[in-house]
């Protein structure tokens, strides 16, 4: 059965930085482009980044260009978001996301949450002031 789960949250003050891990228990990794979600207390969940099949292509939400990366180890079955010079705004649960395709691009809707078949049970990123 697969299983996403993700490692790697907690407690940083403003301006440091955290890696998500993302272990997958996918029958064949290489097969999914990958995302990272988050939501914000009292918020919906948000696109956050995402990473083709064989990471030849990503896309990020305007608000953590520049500072999140997403990347991936296939050999690992895993999925990683650096997240650097963190704010206040990026506290959230974080969640991985799993898409079946058989392309190593991104859909135009990757964005969107119903483009993944799988997800995981999400990790708390706090961010203090």
């Known amino acids: 059965q697969a299983q996403l789960i993700e490692s790697g949250g907690g407690l940083v003050q403003a301006g440091g930085s955290l890696r998500l891990s993302c272990a997958a228990s996918?029958?064949?990794?290489?097969?999914?482009?990958m995302a990272w979600f988050r939501r914000a207390p009292g918020k919906v969940r948000v696109f956050v980044a995402a990473i083709s099949r064989f990471g030849g292509s990503s896309k990020y939400a305007d608000s953590v260009k520049d500072r999140f990366t997403i990347s991936r180890d296939n050999a690992k079955n895993t999925v990683y978001l650096e997240m650097n010079s963190l704010n206040p705004e990026d506290t959230a649960v974080y969640y991985c996301?799993?898409?079946?395709?058989?392309?190593?691009?991104?859909?135009?809707?990757?964005?969107?949450?119903?483009?993944?078949?799988?997800w995981g049970q999400g990790t708390q990123v706090t961010v203090s002031s």
């Open positions: 996918l029958r064949t990794f290489s097969s999914y482009n």
């Open positions: 996301a799993a898409d079946h395709t058989g392309v190593d691009y991104l859909p135009v809707r990757v964005a969107q949450a119903n483009t993944y078949n799988y």
